[in-house]
């Protein structure tokens, strides 16, 4: 599959997004989510998703409603 996902965002062979990954830091997010401008940018997104009450598989569009 050849279109690029959400964002540009690498698809892989079953044609799903790539997920963001937990250990990713926010001020890394912040340009194609603004919403993480709201938060340090040495926080990672798994403590991000830790301090909001979400599960640690939680999506990036969940954490963006929860900081909105």
Do not use: C
Request: charged fraction near 40%.
């Amino acid at each position: 599959m050849n279109e690029p996902g959400i964002d540009n965002r690498h698809r892989d062979e079953n044609g799903r997004i790539d997920r963001k990954r937990n250990d990713t830091l926010a001020k890394n997010l912040r340009d194609d989510y603004s919403e993480f401008n709201k938060v340090r940018g040495n926080m990672k997104l798994g403590n991000v998703k830790k301090d909001l009450g979400l599960p640690p598989n939680a999506s990036i569009r969940d954490v963006q409603k929860r900081l909105g």
